[in-house]
């Protein structure tokens, strides 16, 4: 049997402090998905919640391309084809805004608009003018994929 000295249990205890914080960085690491319209890219951290994990899942499997309608002139909405979990919390959107609505529309809000409405993310260093100009008016083809 090997003698430990109170140097070894130092450096022991440095040693499993640095595992912790790895794991802590790992837990926290952001996720990320592009969100394509013609030939803009945008970048979107997902929240944390099983809704933006059960559609990360769904992203790994392929891109997902939606047409999306303009509502109300602060929004473009689009169905999934499917029904993800809601988390609806009573939100206030910005531009930029991910949504799940309904449990199985997505929307991207370049206004804002309050309601009951589960996150999905954000689209990250983008105004309203940049949506707008890339969402234009009407329908658009949007696809969603992992970064």
């Known amino acids: 049997m090997k003698a430990t000295t ?10 499993s ?38 559609l990360a899942e769904l992203l790994q499997e392929n891109p997902l391309t939606i047409e999306m309608s303009d509502y109300g002139n602060f929004e473009k909405v ?5 029904s993800l979990p809601r988390n609806d919390e009573q939100i206030t959107t910005q531009a930029g805004d991910i949504i799940l609505y309904q449990g199985n529309s997505l929307v991207i809000y370049y206004d804002t608009n309050t ?3 589960t996150r999905i993310g954000a689209i990250s260093d983008v105004t309203q003018e940049e949506l707008m100009e890339a969402l234009g008016t009407g329908d658009v083809t949007v696809t969603f994929s992992l970064d």
């Open 6 to 15: 109170p140097a070894d249990t130092v450096q022991t205890a440095q040693s």
């Open 115 to 117: 309601w009951n409405f």
């Open 78 to 82: 689009g169905p999934l084809g499917r």
């Open 17 to 54: 402090e640095t595992q912790d914080e790895q794991t802590d960085i790992a837990e926290t690491e952001e996720r990320h998905m592009k969100i394509t319209v013609g030939d803009t890219v945008f970048t979107a951290t997902l929240a944390e919640n099983s809704s933006a994990e059960a």
